[in-house]
């Protein structure tokens, strides 16, 4: 669903006004959700997280994604601020 609306904001309305803040924090939300499948991931598979957290309830795996949730909250923060279109010019 949240690729949904960056794929509407990107082809549809081009980037235009609020539409290039809504695709950046999309975009961003939609690599935070794989990246958090990454972590559960790597909390059943790696033998020594697994061993940290085999229930996946335990401070380790909380601390993780609790950090990776603020490093995406700082980096869509960044790219939101910083994002710009360039104007492509038709020949």
């Known amino acids: 669903m949240v690729l949904a609306i960056a794929i ?3 082809y549809t309305y ?3 006004g609020a539409w290039r803040g809504t695709y950046v ?3 961003a939300i939609a690599l935070y959700f794989n990246c958090v ?11 020594a997280l697994h061993a940290m957290a085999p229930t996946q309830s335990e401070p380790p795996f909380l ?10 909250i700082w980096l869509t923060y ?14």
């Open 63 to 72: 601390v993780a994604q609790c950090v990776v949730l603020a490093i995406f």
């Open 8 to 10: 509407v904001a990107r």
């Open 25 to 27: 924090v999309t975009a």
């Open 78 to 91: 960044l790219a939101a601020k910083r994002f710009h279109v360039v104007p492509v010019r038709s020949v």
């Open 37 to 47: 499948v990454a972590v559960i991931q790597a909390f059943e598979k790696i033998p």
């Open 14 to 16: 081009r980037l235009t």
